[in-house]
């Protein structure tokens, strides 16, 4: 394609409009008053929030005017904001192009800012950093890129892939609800109210668990709670060889989302109770092959979670308190053939750090 030679020390808003952006935006495939359109000078208002640029002397003004809408059909739009060649592309301008992008009579899902000399495209839910940004003297060896993201087929065929879900996400990046799909936790602490178990849990010190499942979801009144598939840890206290048992622990927030932002986690609290029934493998401990205890115990629950999402990652670190109780005949069978005398009740405390996948 023949570079265009243009003057930007003597060129205005309009001239780079015109000039520079307009052409560009036909490159991509819109053109004014066809099924990809272009409108001109968007006007949009809004009664309960800033919009736009406060006029000055007039406070905040509660009308705004996008230079460009570029509509893809029934499939979706993006926005364009246009400035002089002098003018810096700062947080002043980002956040302006911003507010029109995020208007719910335009709902975008990106917007591109401009002055002629520089082109930024950000998605409307990452302020962060641009997805991609070029110089005016870059847009041919950069055209295929931002086509990718801008053009009709390229937003046409993303509409037809995307799942939508009715509902207030759950954070950013998230719909109303997610599948934990895996994760870990670590130990990184422990401790007990019984002499016999704060020396068996010194297993706990260091120990990975795998976390196999789960869900995160809004509920009806939007309220956000989570069921995470962990193990409890009392088999592998004990001394069990075997896979030990996993329950789904319930957590809850009063946050109205997850987090995003590692300086201002959310917080999830799980409280939990219910009562195991299994036969775990303790040859190894009693030096008695495939001999298995019977294990009939209660237990309770209590876990405080802090973490945020990043992309899909929720990770953070947790305190988790255990309280058991072993029935009569699991005591008499542990005690029978061990030195180690295993009380009827006690607590184990501890901590460590976990992540969460979530789909």
């Known amino acids: 394609m023949h570079r265009r030679q243009v003057n930007f020390d003597t060129m205005s808003e309009t001239d780079v409009r015109e000039v520079v952006v307009r052409p560009f935006l036909e490159r991509l495939g819109y053109a004014h008053n066809t099924a990809n359109d272009i409108k001109t000078e968007r006007r949009f208002r809004y009664a309960e929030k800033f919009l736009g640029r406060p006029k000055e002397g007039k406070g905040i003004s509660v009308e705004g005017i996008a230079d460009y809408e570029c509509i893809a059909g029934p499939f979706g739009k993006f926005i364009v904001e246009v400035k002089a060649p002098h003018i810096r592309l700062d947080e002043k301008v980002l956040l302006q192009a911003h507010s029109y992008a995020a208007h719910p009579e335009v709902n975008a899902r990106y917007f591109l800012i401009s002055n002629g000399r520089l082109f930024s495209l950000y998605a409307t839910s990452d302020l962060r950093r641009p997805i991609v940004s070029w110089t005016f003297e870059e847009e041919e060896e950069r055209f295929l890129e931002v086509s990718n993201y801008l053009s009709p087929e390229a937003i046409q065929k993303r509409a037809h892939y995307e799942r939508y879900e009715p509902g207030r996400p759950l954070a950013l990046g998230l719909g109303p609800s997610a599948r934990i799909s895996g994760g870990h936790l670590v130990y990184s602490g422990h401790t007990s109210n ?78 939990d109770s219910g009562r195991e029934l299994s036969q775990p493998d303790l040859g190894k401990l009693t030096g008695r092959r495939g001999f298995r205890l019977n294990l009939n115990m209660a237990f309770t629950t209590v876990t405080e979670a802090i973490g945020y999402v990043h992309s899909n990652i929720f990770s953070g670190t947790f305190d988790v308190e255990w309280q058991y109780w072993f029935s009569q005949e699991t005591i008499r069978s542990f005690n029978q053939i061990l030195p180690i005398r295993l009380p009827q009740n006690f607590n184990i405390s501890a901590t460590g750090h976990f992540q969460l996948i979530l789909e």
């Not at 840890?233 to 590692?262: H, K, M, N, Q, W």
């Open 194 to 271: 019984n002499d016999t178990i704060r020396a068996l849990t010194g297993t706990l010190t260091g120990r990975q668990e795998g976390i196999t499942g789960g869900v995160v979801q809004r509920e009806a009144d939007g309220t956000i709670i989570a069921r995470v598939k962990i193990a409890t840890p009392v088999t592998a206290i004990i001394g069990a060889s075997d896979s030990r048992s996993e329950y789904l622990l319930p957590f809850s927030t009063a946050s109205d989302c997850i987090s995003s932002d590692p300086v201002s986690p959310t917080i999830l609290v799980g409280r």
